[in-house]
């Protein structure tokens, strides 16, 4: 097996740290995210202890922010020859009190769409030095169930509540790998592919620091205790990542390693274009802090 050079963000916890060990077990370079330093940098010890791979990298940087994105991105150029893989995998859902970033953008857009289209921009040029670039974006079902857009209003400044913008904004990744997909072939680039996944429900830290209100608050707790392990949670995040089976497939949403039927209900041309256009306007707009 050749090994691969991955870079996988929100790997302090939950899904994102079991696929960073699963991967590193499997002998990768892997290069870990986190937004605290010291949080991240016991991760890498962990994985490089349990794993015995020294290869195993890591990087910090807030994504709320669309600069700090751009600038992890250029220190991963700065680093790097190539990337094999891209994993977007940072991302939650909110409270029931509508937050901006400093950037002032809403945070649920912010985290789940925004900086995960700033890093796949950034990085193209380095995945495509790859045999078989691969970008994985974690999406969820929740676009199935709790996504309910307007697309003159993507942020939600009004009718705000956190699982329609988290489902809005799982809904929007969505749009953007299928968009991103289609635009690299239509140029011919073969060798860099984008899927998206659902990791089914799992207990992780998801939502447990976000106030949901009393009722789904307390639902959330029981049902945990039903949820998958976040190594389970993993699986097809590492599937798609690292398995030889998967070379080549591009713009597809996987679950339990299948590809599966990803809702149409608010898609069209002209929907995709306004996310697709209101992201990289977003994104011309920010200088990159170095
Ligand atoms: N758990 C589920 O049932 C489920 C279902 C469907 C989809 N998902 C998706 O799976 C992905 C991983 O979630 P998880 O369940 O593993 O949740 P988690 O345990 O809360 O992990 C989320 C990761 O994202 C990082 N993160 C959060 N805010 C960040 C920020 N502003 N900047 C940088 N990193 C940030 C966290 O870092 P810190 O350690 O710094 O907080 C953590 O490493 C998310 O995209 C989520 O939407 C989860």
Redesign the pocket.
């Known amino acids: 097996m050749q090994e691969k050079v991955i870079f996988i963000?929100?790997?302090?916890?939950?899904?994102?740290?079991a696929a960073a060990f699963a991967l590193a077990r499997q002998g990768h370079r892997v290069i870990i995210h986190?937004?605290?330093k010291g949080?991240t940098q016991r991760v890498q010890q962990e994985i490089m202890e349990a794993t015995r791979n020294k290869h195993v990298d890591y990087i910090v940087?807030?994504?709320?922010l669309l600069a700090e994105a751009r600038r992890v991105a250029h220190a991963l150029i700065d680093r790097y020859e190539r990337l094999d893989v891209l994993i977007n995998?940072?991302?939650?859902i909110m409270s029931n009190i509508c937050a901006l970033t400093a950037e002032g953008h809403e945070t649920t857009i912010a985290?789940?769409l925004l900086t995960p289209f700033v890093l796949m921009q950034e990085l193209l040029p380095l995945l495509r030095k790859s045999e078989d670039g691969r970008i994985v974006n974690?999406s969820?079902s929740?676009h199935r169930i709790n996504a309910k857009p307007d697309f003159s209003d993507l942020e939600l400044v009004n009718g705000y509540n956190p699982l329609r913008a988290y489902g809005n904004s799982k809904l929007f990744i969505m749009f953007v790998t299928e968009m991103l997909s289609e635009d690299l072939r239509g140029k011919g680039i073969e060798n860099v592919t984008v899927n998206t996944m659902?990791?089914?429900?799992?207990a992780?830290?998801?939502g447990v620091q976000s106030d949901l209100g009393p009722v789904l608050n307390a639902l959330s707790k029981v049902a945990r205790l039903f949820?998958r392990t976040?190594e389970k949670?993993a699986e097809t995040l590492v599937y798609l990542a690292a398995d030889a089976v998967v070379k080549g497939v591009r713009g597809k949403y996987f679950i339990d390693l299948k590809p599966a039927v990803v809702s149409r209900k608010y898609d069209s041309i002209e929907n995709r274009k306004k996310v697709w256009d209101y992201c990289a306007r977003v994104m011309a707009s920010v200088e990159a802090v170095r």
């Open positions: 963000t929100g790997a302090t916890g939950g899904i994102g740290k986190g937004r605290d949080r940087g807030d994504l709320f995998n940072a991302g939650g985290l789940n974690v969820s929740s659902h990791p089914g429900a799992v992780t830290g998801f949820f976040p949670g």
